[in-house]
């Protein structure tokens, strides 16, 4: 079965790298992905970000999803997607299809790792098909401090306008304090074309405190929570971003 979830991942990779592409950009609610996995976990997952452009004006974004733990390697989540763009209303923006990997097993190495592939559908049908793929990295630096990366290359696929990949990123830093209130910091960003990075002022960088943290709500399931404060660090980032995540798992 490991085998199998290895062969599926890299077939998924090759067949992405032989299609026209136009590049594109993480939103507003960004998120960092875990490369975990529990088998009939289910949950319900709300994610939105607000964001200060360098000229003054806002962008907004809201995400409402519904996940599954299939099997103890693959995690399959379909969101709806709302965004603001400054100056107009908030629209319905797309569906997307994510779905994480994992595989090795959880502690055994020094490193756990997965792989994610995902589908989004733009509501504009002149963009295609976006889509954005790539290794996850998860290690424990000590007892109580937690560390994240991602490396992630995102496309659009049959749109109207051809382009190149672009590759991403994402860290995070979390601290164990207690269950209830932990905190450390998150970074993401994009390089530019994975083959041909931008300068650096021109490039999207942006990192910040971090806090996370469970709320009781009665029950067994706790409602699970992280924010973030990100500060753009070039030229090419926002100045500031604000971004939540909050899951219930059932």
């Not at 749109?159 to 860290?171: K, M, N, T, V």
Request: aromatic share 12%; glycine share 10%; hydrophobic share 40%.
């Amino acid at each position: 079965m490991k085998n199998a979830v290895h062969s599926a991942a890299l077939g998924a990779l090759a067949c992405l790298c032989l299609a026209p592409v136009a590049p594109v950009l993480a939103g507003p609610a960004e998120y960092v992905i875990s490369p975990t996995v529990e088998e009939g976990e289910r949950e319900i997952e709300f994610k939105a970000g607000t964001r200060k452009l360098r000229d003054g004006t806002r962008e907004s974004e809201a995400i409402l999803g519904v996940g599954y733990g299939v099997t103890k390697w693959w995690a399959t989540e379909l969101s709806a997607k709302w965004h603001k763009q400054p100056g107009v209303n908030t629209d319905f923006d797309a569906f997307e299809w994510e779905n994480r990997f994992q595989l090795t097993e959880t502690g055994r190495y020094p490193v756990d790792v997965g792989f994610l592939l995902e589908i989004e559908r733009p509501q504009a049908r002149s963009e295609g098909y976006e889509v954005r793929w790539g290794p996850l990295f998860q290690a424990d630096l000590s007892s109580k401090v937690a560390a994240n990366l991602n490396l992630l290359i995102e496309r659009n696929y049959l749109a109207d306008q051809s382009g190149r990949a672009e590759l991403g990123y994402q860290w995070q830093l979390r601290y164990r304090w207690r269950p209830e209130f932990e905190f450390g910091a998150q970074g993401f960003g994009e390089f530019g074309p994975w083959d041909n990075w931008l300068p650096t002022s021109q490039q999207s960088h942006r990192w910040g405190p971090a806090m996370f943290g469970e709320l009781k709500l009665g029950t067994e399931h706790p409602l699970k929570w992280n924010a973030g404060l990100l500060f753009g660090l070039t030229d090419g980032s926002p100045r500031n971003q604000l971004r939540l995540q909050a899951e219930y798992e059932f």
